[in-house]
């Protein structure tokens, strides 16, 4: 199983992120060439090419070629930039509160009512659920104020916050940048600034600096456990990371660690363990001190490796004892000289620098780039149909407290949500601010919130910038202009600046500009890390240049590091932003960094990880690499038992969806329906078909995926299309039968009021039905029967009423009920068609007695003129009006009614428009051979269903012997076309 097959991986690792020719491993600077292509007769294996001074190695023998199976086990991811509507997604992002105590507490915002202003006390107080901000499962990069097409009751403008997420694509990986791409053209600018060089023309001094550069941290190693655990099962990850309460992984004794690791492999599986030890250990081997980072590092690389599940927890203590995990020391990079700033920059009004950046590469306005924010990929907690994802998470968290069990957020709801469990997520001790932070960001953010409320004045909705500033940065020894800022100092400690980057990231360009300057006077690794965020992101051009100004004199705070990182953000504009920076503050120790960078494949380009037993032949472009000898943060990309136990599991977990979808259990159904959506994505294509016709069987549950499926309709695969047209059919119909079965049970008790005693009932009954509108017209035939009341006040209020439900049908029916034109508003009605169903009833009525509505004319022979045609053109599938045809064809006529006969005819006329059984019809037509009148009609109208009416042969075999040539001669014609007599077979 699993492990037998771990037990002979190797890591396959696609050199996506270096160039040809470029070293393949920084360690022992040793270089490989591409892999030739394999040849279908007699394959080549990639060889590796030694240094010159060493002796050549033998050829390696050739192997059977696997490439096949090789593209059916690579999975693809992305990482792309994705926001999330700040005020939709609070439980998203923080624990749910229930006491008023809880650290930073504020209401989840009601969609359905006005939102208030964020800086007012109601934003945070009105609401009937809570969210403790002492807790915080996401935090932001960076957040903007952007237009919402359907805004509802709040703003036309929302807070949007953006994060980084990784999510599986089907799409081919990038193995070297683009010419014109935004990313290596921001590189190739920051290269030519920096150094004075050109990368393009000075190719041996690129390599050179590419030697020097010291290891990077590849972060997608974590970034893809974490979604492929929170996805699959975020239990065994999240019990790692609620350890940390009591005892962290690391702190563990060999024992201890063994016993843990056999523990949750009996209780989450051994697939899904070795999967959260990956997302749980890669992060720490890039944090912490250096025991920290080697006992992480021994570890991982043992979790990663060859040893079987079974062996896993054993090995896993055997590595501890091991010395921590050697690091190659990083060159000393040479010192920036920052600088100063621009000499004597101009002052605003209010006495302020007016910075400006000499070197720009974007020259966007900031409405460009909002633009361009407000296409990006937006993640919402609650579905489409609203399948109250933050609702459960409510009721979860309520429950666990009152157990006195912990809360671990969002994580618990990734399960089948590919979307939420890219995002990244802080699990445990990550997600909790200490009680002191939560305590000061609480004061503050009150007090912040109250003095940009003062600041307010007359109709403008934002705070007047001049008294803002004066109550934060006083001027002329004047403190405290609107009364609420006691002691301006507070707002230059540290403790301001998660209350700093929470609220005024998303305020104007002025509020922000204050932002900057707080900041500046904050000399502390949180407040670099804001202004690096502002330097990089904001979207005004001025503010960036603001925030560069006050990382100038930070060099302690290694903000080199910081912005190369955003170099690779997989956002261009970022990127661009980030050279700028690296310009600005003449970061010349980022030069040989920079240049590893530049021809790399672009950071939000797809990426491939693939895993294959030893000695394969494997595509061109990609090595093999025996993953325990390398170090982790010099691999692009690798991945291997996480992917061996999804492969196997996969075609189980899609039965299981499948399976689910048609039962009746609605959790299980929710989660049959994300996780079939999933699958919609899958490189398979008849696993996508299934999911198709799997979300077809869930009905209006799949409401919440028709965005996917509807994405699906542009598939490739034909069947895919189809399946998925199908399902958005089925999900189509499903919606409108429900939103009629609502609206019924909502007119059913109004209706039964039409029946009240009192006439002032009616009447208030009648006006109810009025408000729905439209929407009312199916109980539209009950609002007819009413104009019909007695009490002159009841008829009046029907008579409005259907005008307002029904306005095309109301003047008609009016006529046929009081007025004189009658014939042709019987006419206009059969004209309107399926809009004029609601007056089947009526017009059965006026069909039954031709006195109601004139039909009829004895005096010229005509004793009755029937309204069937015009019911058959408004409602030909009424089972009332396929009632009312059968019971004319088959009723009896002893006394030889002139009525009855023309109505049997007329009946007969019908028999082709209803919605009825042939049987039924059949057999409605023989009772009605007894009318001999009418006889030859009947006669003929059997004929046409040929050997089916053999229940008629007997009675029509009388009839040949009739004394009526005409009914002698159809009878005769009749028996030809259905059959011989059933007594002569």
């Known amino acids: 199983m699993v492990s037998s097959l771990l037990a002979t991986v190797t890591v396959l690792v696609i050199r996506a992120n270096r160039p ?15 892999p030739q292509p394999a040849k279908k007769d007699k394959p080549n294996p990639p060889t590796v090419v030694a240094p010159p001074a060493a002796p050549p190695k033998p050829p390696t023998p050739p192997v059977q070629p696997v490439v096949e199976s090789l593209a059916q086990m690579a999975v693809t991811y992305r990482r792309e930039v994705v926001r999330v509507n700040h005020p939709r997604n609070c439980v998203m992002c923080h624990t749910p509160s229930f006491e008023e105590t809880d650290p930073v507490r504020g209401a989840v915002p009601d969609p359905k009512q006005p939102l208030p202003p964020p800086t007012t006390p109601a934003y945070y107080l009105n609401g009937g659920q809570f969210v403790s901000a002492g807790t915080t499962y996401l935090r932001q990069d960076f957040s903007v104020v952007l237009p919402v097409l359907n805004s509802g009751k709040w703003s036309g403008h929302q807070r949007y916050d953006y994060f980084v997420t990784t999510r599986k694509v089907d799409a081919a990986p990038a193995t070297t940048t683009t010419a014109d791409s935004p990313y290596r053209n921001a590189v190739g600018f920051a290269i030519r600034e920096l150094s004075k060089r050109d990368p393009d023309r000075d190719a041996d001094w690129l390599t050179a600096q590419k030697r020097a550069a010291a290891s990077q941290p590849d972060t997608r190693l974590a970034d893809v456990a974490r979604l492929v655990s929170l996805q699959t099962d975020p239990k065994a990850l999240i019990a790692l990371k609620a350890s940390e309460f009591s005892q962290p992984l690391l702190s563990s004794s060999r024992d201890d660690l063994e016993k843990t690791i056999k523990d949750m492999q009996a209780t989450y599986g051994e697939a899904a363990t070795r999967t959260a030890l990956i997302a749980y250990l890669d992060p720490l081997t890039r944090t912490g001190d250096n025991t920290v980072r080697g006992k992480a590092s021994s570890l991982l690389i043992t979790a990663l490796g060859t040893t079987s599940d079974a062996d896993l927890p054993k090995a896993l203590r055997a590595s501890l004892a091991a010395p921590p995990h050697p690091e190659r020391p990083d060159p000393a990079p040479p010192v920036p000289n920052r600088g100063a700033g ?9 006495g302020l620098p007016v910075y400006s950046l000499a070197k720009r590469l974007d020259t966007r306005k900031p409405e460009e780039l909002e633009k361009q924010l407000l296409g990006v990929r937006e993640i919402d907690l609650e579905t489409e149909s609203g399948s109250g994802v933050g609702a459960d998470l409510i009721s979860l968290a309520e429950k666990r407290k009152k157990n006195g069990q912990p809360y671990h957020g969002t994580a ?4 089948g949500r590919a979307d939420l469990a890219g995002l990244p997520f802080r699990i445990g001790l990550d997600s909790t601010l200490a009680k002191e932070k939560a305590e000061a960001l609480r004061a503050l953010s009150k007090s912040l919130r109250e003095t940009v409320q003062r600041c307010i004045r007359g109709d403008d909705p934002r705070p007047n910038t001049d008294l803002l500033y004066e109550a934060f940065l006083p001027r002329d020894g ?24 929470q609220i005024l990231a998303a305020e104007n360009r002025d509020v922000r500009r204050l932002g900057c300057e707080l900041l500046n006077r904050i000399d502390t690794v949180e407040s670099t890390e804001t202004l690096l965020r502002w330097a990089v992101f904001d ?23 910081q912005l190369l990182r955003y170099v690779r953000y997989p956002w261009p504009r970022a990127a661009e932003h980030a050279a700028e920076a690296l310009v600005a503050l003449n970061c010349t120790d980022a030069i040989p960094q920079l240049a590893t960078f530049y021809d790399l494949p672009d950071p939000d380009t797809p990426f491939r990880v693939l895993h294959a037993a030893p000695a394969v032949e494997v595509p061109p472009g990609t090595l093999t690499v025996p993953f325990a000898a390398k170090s982790i943060s010099t691999l692009d990309a690798a991945f291997t038992a996480m992917f061996m136990s999804l492969q196997k599991v996969e075609g189980a977990q899609f039965d299981g969806f499948v399976k689910a979808a048609q039962g009746t259990d609605v959790d299980a159904r929710r989660k049959a329906t994300e996780g079939l959506a999933h699958f919609l994505g ?33 598939d490739t695969d034909a069947g895919v299309r189809a399946a998925a047209r199908k399902a958005l059919d089925t999900i189509q119909a499903a919606r409108v039968a429900a939103d009629l079965a609502k609206l019924r049970e909502a007119l059913i008790p109004i209706v039964k009021d ?20 439209a929407d009312a017209n199916m109980v539209g035939e009950y609002v007819i029967e009413a104009m019909r009341d007695n009490t002159l006040a009841v008829r009046k209020a029907a008579d409005d009423t259907l005008a307002k439900i029904n306005p095309k049908v109301s003047p008609h029916v009016v006529t046929i009920l009081r007025g004189k034109d009658k014939r042709e508003a019987i006419t206009a009605l059969g004209e309107l068609g399926s809009e004029a169903a609601v007056t089947v009833p009526l017009l059965l009525r006026c069909n039954e007695n031709v006195f109601l509505w004139g039909g009829g004319n004895p005096k010229a022979g005509k004793f009755y003129d029937d309204l069937l045609p015009v019911v058959a053109k408004i409602a030909p599938k009424d089972k009332r009006f396929a009632d009312t045809v059968l019971g004319y064809v088959s ?4 006394k030889r009614d002139r009525t009855l006969r023309e109505k049997r005819l007329a009946g007969v006329a019908q028999l082709s428009t209803i919605d009825a059984k042939s049987t039924e019809k059949i057999a409605a037509l023989v009772t009605a051979l007894n009318d001999g009148e009418a006889a030859v009609a009947v006669i003929k109208a059997l004929e046409g269903y040929g050997a089916d009416a053999k229940p008629a042969l007997p009675a029509l075999q009388k009839l040949k012997s009739s004394t009526d040539e005409a009914v002698r001669t159809a009878a005769i014609t009749a028996l030809a076309k259905i059959g011989s007599d059933p007594a002569k077979p």
């Open 20 to 34: 040809p020719g470029a070293p393949a491993d920084v360690a022992s600077e040793k270089t490989r060439p591409e």
């Open 342 to 350: 621009p000499a004597s920059p101009p002052k605003d009004v209010r």
């Open 412 to 415: 618990t709801a990734c399960e």
């Open 478 to 501: 004047r403190e405290d202009p609107v009364g609420f800022i006691r002691d301006a100092k507070k707002w230059t400690s540290p403790e301001a600046v998660p209350c700093i980057q």
């Open 539 to 561: 979207t005004d051009a001025e503010i960036r240049a603001a925030a560069v100004e006050a990382l100038r004199p930070r060099t302690k705070h290694d903000v080199t590091q």
């Open 682 to 714: 899958h490189t398979d294509a008849s696993f996508r078909r299934r999911a198709a016709e799997g979300l077809a069987d869930l009905g209006l549950d799949a409401e919440s995926v028709a965005p996917a499926l509807r994405d699906a309709e542009k």
């Open 754 to 773: 039409l029946q009240a005693k009192e006439p002032e009932d009616r009447v208030r009954a009648l006006y109810k039905i009025a408000a729905f509108g």
């Open 891 to 894: 009723a009896p006529n002893t």
